[in-house]
C-alpha cells in the first residue's frame, strides 16, 4: 500500500474552458480531494465531472490556477499519484488481461519484473485472477471496467479517481464492481463520479455535488442527508437539492 | 516478448514478406550471375510489394496506438512505447525483407558493395516502416494506411520509371546491372541519407512527446518536415555528386581481380569466374593459334574488367555456356584491336563468329546467340584457303571504327 501523502490532491483556483472562446468549465473552482476517504462526485449532465477528473489526473491543463498533489503541480508529478480509470476503457488487441495490466504498469516507467508482481497483485485485487490469460478484447464490459481499475491500482498511484465506473454495467456486474470497490483503500482518497447515486451511497464516506462548475455541496454523507425527510434516498436528496437550488 | 508479436501483427505479417521476397525474383525470371552484388540487387525486387506492404502494415497495426497511450498517461516517451509494442514488426520487416533478397540471390554479400547494397535494402525497409507510423500517427487510419501504401510504392516503384537522373539515385531499386559494374555511390549514399534522415526524424519527433494529449495538426507538421527534410538531404546528396549520373545508378565494378597465367597468356577474372580459369585460358591459346595463323598479335592479358588497356575483355559469368564465352573473348579481341568498345554490326558480327569458330569448332552454343546468317558467312570464309581467311580478317580488323562519342 503506497504511503499517505504530505499534502492532498487539490485544484486551486482553477480556470478551464475546452477552447479559448468557448465558455469556461471552471472559472475558479477550488477543491481538495479527502484523503482516506471515499468521495461521491455527483452532478447532472454537464456539471463538469469528468472534466475535473481529468484535470485532476493531469490529462487536461488548467488556463489559470493550478492543480497540485504532494505540494507540486507537476504533471509527471500526478501521472505518478494519481490513477484515473476513464469511462471507456479499451482493451489492447492482441493482450491478455495479465499482459495489459502489466503494460498499463510499464508505460509509468515500472521496470517489467515489477510490472509483473503489480499486475498480479492488481488483477487479485479485482477478481479477474480466474480471466487473467484471457484475450482483453474478450471480455464483457464489467469484466472490462474491472481490468481498467486493475490497469489503475498497478499504477501504485496514491488517488484514485473513478469516472462513471458502473454505467451501463448489469446489476450483476455492478454489484460485483462495488464489491471490489469496497475492498480498496487509498491513502490519498477515492473519488467516484456516477449517476447511480443510491447504488454507491453505503460505500461512500464523502459527497460532492458539482453543478455548472460550482460545488453545491461538499461534506459526509450524513450531513447530506440532513434536511431531508428520514429515509430519502440519496438520488432523492441530490435531485431536491438541485430542484430547489439548495447550498 | 511474444505479446509485441501478437500486438503488432508480426506473426503472420513476418512470414508473408518472406514468401513474397522470395517468390517475386522467381516469378520475374531474375537471372542468377554467381555475381552476389548483382543477384542480390536483382533479388531486391521484392522490396517493390514488401516496402508498400510493410509500410500499410504498421500504419495500420500503429492505429488509435497514440489515443490509447493519451488515456494510460504513460511516463514514457513515445518512440520508446511504439518500439515496445511494434519492434517485431519495425526491425523484424527490414530483417525478413533482406532475409528474402539472400534466400532469393542464394548468396550473402560478400564485399563492401553488396554489404551497401543490404544496408540500402535495410534502410529502405526501416523507412517504409518509419512512414507507416508516422503517417499513423498523423492522419486518420482510413487515409494514413492507404497513403502509406502509395508513398511507399511510388517511391520503390515509381522513382526508377522516370526519366530523372537524379530520381533514380534515391530509389533503393538499384537493378539491371551486370557483372561489371555496381550500385553507384551516390544512389547508396543518397537512399541511405534519405531513409536514415526519415526514420532518425519519425523517432526523434516522437521521443519529444509522451502522447497524454496530442495535437493532430502539430504532428502533421512534424512529419511533413521529417519527410520533406529526408527528400531534400537525399536531393542535395545527388545534386552535389560529383560522380556522372546515369540512369541504372551503377558505377563500374571495383572489386579486385583474381589472376593467374595459363601458357603465357594472364587470365584475370572476377572471384566469381576463379574456377573458369582454366578453360579460359584454353580458349584464349586456342584464339592465339588461329590469330599466330593469320598474322595477328595474340592475345596476351584476358580480364573480365572492360576497358583494361591491351587486355582482351572476357565475360565469364556463371552459366555462361562456353560458346557464349567465346564469342565474347572474340568481340574482346576486336575491341582491343580498335582501342574502343566497337559496334557489332553485321560484317563486324561475320569477324566475331569466325574467330570464334576458330577457337571452338563444336560451335558449342553459339548457334542460339548469334545470327544463322552471319554463322553461314563466318563458316564459308573459315573453309576458303588459309591465305585468304588471312587476308580477309586482317583487312576486317584494319576496318574496325569505333562509334563516335556521345
Known amino acids: 500500500m503506497p504511503a499517505p501523502l504530505e499534502s492532498p490532491l487539490r485544484a486551486e483556483g482553477v480556470v478551464f474552458r475546452y477552447r479559448r472562446w468557448s465558455p469556461p468549465v471552471f472559472d475558479g473552482l477550488d477543491w481538495t480531494v479527502s484523503q482516506g476517504c471515499t468521495t461521491l462526485l455527483l452532478g447532472p449532465n454537464g456539471a463538469g465531472k469528468s472534466t475535473l477528473l481529468k484535470l485532476l489526473a493531469g490529462l487536461e491543463r488548467p488556463r489559470a490556477g493550478r492543480v497540485t498533489v504532494n505540494g507540486t503541480s507537476g504533471r509527471s508529478d500526478l501521472f505518478e499519484l494519481v490513477g484515473w480509470m476513464p469511462q471507456d476503457v479499451r482493451p489492447i488487441r492482441g493482450l491478455t488481461v495479465q499482459e495489459q495490466v502489466e503494460y498499463g504498469a510499464w508505460v509509468t516507467g515500472a521496470s517489467r519484473r515489477d510490472c509483473r508482481s503489480r499486475a498480479r497483485t492488481a488483477i487479485e485485487a479485482v477478481d479477474l485472477t480466474d480471466l487473467s490469460s484471457r484475450r482483453a478484447g474478450e471480455l464483457s464490459g464489467g469484466q472490462l471496467r474491472r481490468l481498467g481499475l486493475a490497469q489503475t491500482l498497478a499504477r501504485r498511484a496514491h488517488v484514485l479517481l473513478l469516472d462513471e465506473p458502473t454505467a451501463g454495467l448489469d446489476p450483476a456486474q455492478s454489484a460485483l464492481f462495488r464489491e471490489v470497490l469496497r475492498g480498496l483503500t487509498m491513502p490519498g482518497g477515492i473519488v467516484v463520479s456516477t449517476h447511480q447515486v443510491d447504488e454507491l451511497a453505503d460505500d461512500v464516506d464523502r459527497v460532492a455535488v458539482l453543478d455548472a462548475g460550482r460545488f453545491r455541496f461538499d461534506g459526509a454523507v450524513t450531513d447530506f442527508r440532513e434536511g431531508h425527510p428520514e429515509g430519502l434516498s440519496l438520488a432523492a436528496a441530490f435531485a431536491a437539492m438541485l430542484g430547489r437550488g439548495e447550498h | ?406
Open chain 2, 1 to 406: 516478448m511474444v505479446a509485441a508479436f501478437r500486438v503488432s501483427g508480426a506473426w503472420w505479417f513476418l512470414p508473408v514478406m518472406l514468401a513474397i521476397g522470395v517468390t517475386l525474383p522467381v516469378l520475374n525470371d531474375v537471372p542468377l550471375t554467381g555475381y552476389p552484388v548483382a543477384d542480390l540487387s536483382g533479388a531486391g525486387i521484392g522490396l517493390a510489394y514488401n516496402a508498400p506492404l510493410l509500410a500499410a502494415m504498421t500504419s495500420y497495426s500503429t492505429r488509435g496506438w497514440a489515443q490509447l497511450h493519451a488515456t494510460l498517461r504513460p511516463r514514457r516517451r513515445g518512440a520508446a512505447v511504439v518500439a515496445a509494442g511494434f519492434w517485431p514488426l519495425l526491425a523484424g520487416g527490414p530483417a525478413v525483407g533482406c532475409l528474402a533478397v539472400c534466400v532469393s540471390a542464394q548468396t550473402l554479400p560478400q564485399e563492401r558493395a553488396g554489404w551497401l547494397l543490404m544496408a540500402t535494402f535495410v534502410a529502405v525497409l526501416a523507412g517504409a516502416a518509419a512512414l507507416g507510423v508516422a503517417l499513423s500517427w498523423a492522419l486518420p487510419v482510413v487515409v494514413a494506411v492507404p497513403a502509406a501504401a502509395v508513398v511507399a510504392f511510388a517511391w520503390v516503384n515509381y522513382l526508377p520509371a522516370t526519366s530523372s537522373r537524379e530520381l533514380h539515385q534515391m530509389s533503393p531499386m538499384i537493378d539491371g546491372f551486370a557483372t561489371t559494374s555496381q550500385p553507384s555511390r551516390t544512389a547508396v549514399t543518397a537512399t541511405l541519407v534519405l531513409t536514415v534522415t526519415l526514420v532518425l526524424g519519425v523517432a526523434l519527433a516522437m521521443t519529444v512527446t509522451r502522447w497524454e494529449r496530442l495535437s493532430r495538426p502539430l504532428t502533421s507538421v512534424a512529419v511533413t518536415v521529417a519527410v520533406a527534410l529526408s527528400v531534400a538531404l537525399g536531393w542535395l546528396v545527388v545534386t552535389r555528386s560529383s560522380q556522372e549520373l546515369n540512369l541504372l545508378a551503377a558505377e563500374p565494378r571495383s572489386t579486385p581481380l583474381s589472376c593467374a597465367e595459363y601458357s603465357d597468356i594472364e587470365v584475370c577474372l572476377w572471384p566469381e569466374e576463379a574456377g573458369r580459369r582454366r578453360e579460359i585460358g584454353a580458349t584464349a591459346a586456342r584464339l592465339n593459334q588461329q590469330l599466330r595463323a593469320w598474322d595477328l598479335p595474340p592475345i596476351s592479358t584476358v580480364t573480365a574488367r572492360p576497358g583494361e588497356e591491351g587486355a582482351t575483355t572476357v565475360d565469364a559469368g556463371r552459366g555462361l555456356a562456353p560458346g557464349p564465352m567465346t564469342l565474347s573473348m572474340a568481340a574482346g579481341y576486336l575491341d582491343q584491336r580498335a582501342g574502343c568498345q566497337v559496334t557489332i554490326g553485321r560484317d563486324t558480327e561475320v569477324l566475331v563468329v569466325a574467330l570464334a569458330l576458330a577457337a571452338n569448332p563444336a560451335e558449342d552454343g553459339l548457334t542460339d546467340v548469334v545470327s544463322a546468317d552471319s554463322l553461314a558467312q563466318a563458316r564459308s570464309r573459315l573453309d576458303q584457303a588459309a591465305a585468304d581467311q588471312a587476308a580477309w580478317f586482317r583487312a576486317g580488323v584494319s576496318d574496325l571504327r569505333c562509334p563516335p562519342a556521345s
